[in-house]
């Protein structure tokens, strides 16, 4: 069965914080890895990673992706009160009619 | 601002009632995702459909759980009879291309659902 594994579950931490999110997963066949940001409402697409070692960048934040320890990472530096979020990771994997599997969230919180 | 509209934002409903949800997903997309989440099991994939056909429904309650696409516009997501274990937000999600260009998925804002 496929899985992602999020961690940690949460986090609090200061505005200028640099933070680390990690992602694992088992999946079988797989294709690509997407994270999103949850604040109060719907999830917002951030990234999407098919290839181990390029880092994916959009201002403070960036994603890299290792196929061979299989799994990703999510960096937010100079954190922002802003940032506090549910960030989502989501493994898509097996033939090309199978949706996202979604972990389970890290939830960030930014206190100034 | 091509987005994905969900109706109704909020719904209460007794246990027993018919719920019916509705989605628009954004035009020329062609896959359509139902998820329900909670704060206990997070993100749950209910459903989606591609050109308008169901590919998986696995993640439904098939006795009272039931989804369709009337037309490349409209997908619905039905619980007839709703129980109290069915309150969550439910979020419908479009995408469009095949392949890896697939997998970006727009959310729409939910639906909020209470069952008493």
């Known amino acids: 069965e496929d899985k992602v594994v999020q961690s940690p579950l949460s986090l609090v931490v200061h505005e200028g914080d640099t933070v680390t999110l990690n992602c694992s997963y088992e999946?079988?066949?797989?294709?690509?890895l997407l994270w999103y940001k949850q604040e109060k409402k719907a999830p917002t697409f951030l990234f999407m990673l098919?290839?181990?070692?390029i880092e994916k960048k959009s201002g403070r934040l960036s994603s890299i992706l290792d196929k061979k320890e299989l799994f990703s990472i999510l960096n937010i530096t100079a954190t922002q009160t802003g940032d506090s979020a549910v960030y989502l990771c989501?493994?898509?994997?097996?033939?090309?009619?199978?949706?996202?599997?979604f972990g389970k969230g890290t939830r960030l919180s930014v206190i100034a | 601002d091509a987005r994905v509209t969900q109706t109704p934002r909020h719904k209460v409903t007794e246990m027993g009632q018919e719920v019916t949800m509705r989605c628009q997903p954004i035009?020329?997309?062609?896959?359509v995702f139902w998820y329900r989440q909670t704060m206990m099991q997070g993100l749950e994939l209910l459903a989606y459909?591609?050109?308008?056909?169901?590919?998986?429904d696995s993640g439904m309650p098939k006795d009272r759980f039931s989804a369709e696409m009337p037309d490349a516009t409209l997908a619905t997501l039905k619980i007839q009879p709703s129980e109290p274990r069915d309150s969550a937000v439910y979020f419908c999600?479009?995408?469009?291309?095949?392949?890896?260009?697939?997998?970006?998925?727009?959310f729409g804002p939910g639906t909020r659902l209470l069952v008493l």
């Open positions: 999600a479009s995408g469009q291309g095949s392949g890896v260009a697939q997998e970006t998925q727009y």
């Open positions: 459909f591609r050109n308008r056909a169901p590919l998986d």
């Open positions: 999946v079988t066949n797989f294709r690509s």
């Open positions: 098919t290839s181990s070692g």
């Open positions: 989501a493994v898509g994997g097996n033939s090309g009619n199978t949706p996202l599997v």
């Open positions: 035009l020329g997309h062609n896959t």
